[in-house]
């Protein structure tokens, strides 16, 4: 996932958008037995700043498939994740940085991955867990 930032810049391109197909690590998923099925939809917008920093907004979609936290029946779920990064040129130990020709996505959408993993996968909204009353 790169953006060539300095061929960006050499045709004056200082907006645009792209989209990928991602294959994510299976150690980004962080619930017990859950997995994404199939690829991670990543899109997203770009802005090439004067100082050579690149604003990006990434927009993640993906489908969580796995066992519900309450009651352990199949569960899936689709989601969608939004977000705001900035790419310096250099590193300031804050954002993230990229040698100022061409910029790697990777580890900005590996983390946008983690940040956007809901705490429980759940079969339904108003799961009631296993019934241990029920015969
Ligand atoms: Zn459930």
Same mark, same amino acid.
Request: net charge negative; hydrophobic share 35%; glycine share 6%.
């Given at each position: 996932m790169i953006i060539d930032v300095a061929r960006q810049i050499a045709l004056k391109n200082y907006r645009g958008s792209f989209s990928f197909e991602y294959d994510c690590p299976e150690e980004l998923v962080l619930l017990p037995s859950a997995r994404i099925q199939g690829k991670v939809q990543v899109e997203g917008?770009?802005?090439?700043?004067? &100082? &050579?920093?690149?604003?990006?907004? #990434?927009?993640?979609?993906? #489908?969580?498939?796995?066992?519900?936290?309450?009651? #352990?029946? !199949?569960?899936?779920?689709?989601?969608?994740?939004?977000?705001?990064?900035?790419?310096? !040129?250099? &590193? &300031?130990g804050e954002n993230y940085s990229y040698n100022g020709f061409k910029l790697d996505l990777t580890t900005a959408v590996n983390d946008a991955v983690l940040f956007s993993q809901p705490q429980v996968l759940l079969c339904r909204d108003d799961c009631k867990g296993i019934d241990y009353n029920k015969e």
């Amino acid at each position: 996932m790169i953006i060539d930032v300095a061929r960006q810049i050499a045709l004056k391109n200082y907006r645009g958008s792209f989209s990928f197909e991602y294959d994510c690590p299976e150690e980004l998923v962080l619930l017990p037995s859950a997995r994404i099925q199939g690829k991670v939809q990543v899109e997203g917008e770009y802005e090439i700043y004067a &100082d &050579d920093s690149v604003g990006i907004l #990434l927009r993640l979609g993906y #489908l969580l498939c796995g066992q519900c936290s309450y009651c #352990l029946e !199949p569960a899936k779920k689709q989601v969608e994740y939004e977000c705001e990064v900035l790419f310096l !040129p250099e &590193d &300031d130990g804050e954002n993230y940085s990229y040698n100022g020709f061409k910029l790697d996505l990777t580890t900005a959408v590996n983390d946008a991955v983690l940040f956007s993993q809901p705490q429980v996968l759940l079969c339904r909204d108003d799961c009631k867990g296993i019934d241990y009353n029920k015969e």
